[in-house]
Nanobody
C-alpha cells in the first residue's frame, strides 16, 4: 500500500524559499510519475509540478523558473524547491504518485506566504 508523507511546509514572507519533501518508504516498486499539487482557499486543486522517470519535468506556468521538482534517484522520494515565493503560492500542497494505474495522495502540507 502506497503511503505518501509530505513535510517542509510553513509560513514565510514573500521572496523567501521553502523545500517540500514527499516520501513513501513502503512500496518496493517505483511510483511514476510523482507530482505536487496545491489547493488554494476556495479554489480547485491544481498541478504545480510533475517528475517522470527519465527526468522529464512539467511545471505550471505560474511557477516556471521559481520552483524545481527533483527526485532522489529511483527512490519514491520527490522534492519541491520553491524560491521567490509569492502570496499567490499560498495553499495546501499535496504529493501525488501513480502506481499500478492508481493515484495516491499525501495528507498535504500548508504553505502560507505573506506579503
Amino acid at each position: 500500500q502506497v503511503q505518501l508523507v509530505e513535510s517542509g511546509g510553513g509560513s514565510v514572507e514573500a521572496g523567501a524559499s521553502l523545500r517540500l519533501t514527499c516520501a513513501d518508504s513502503r512500496t518496493p516498486f517505483t511510483i511514476n510519475p510523482m507530482a505536487w499539487y496545491r489547493q488554494a482557499p476556495g479554489k480547485q486543486r491544481e498541478l504545480v509540478a510533475a517528475f517522470y522517470l527519465g527526468g522529464t519535468t512539467k511545471y505550471d506556468d505560474s511557477v516556471q523558473g521559481r520552483f524545481t521538482i527533483s527526485r532522489d534517484g529511483a527512490k519514491n522520494t520527490v522534492f519541491l524547491q520553491m524560491n521567490s515565493l509569492k502570496p499567490d503560492d499560498t495553499g495546501v500542497y499535496y504529493c501525488s504518485g501513480v502506481w499500478r494505474g492508481n493515484s495516491y495522495w499525501g495528507q498535504g502540507t500548508q504553505v502560507t506566504v505573506s506579503s
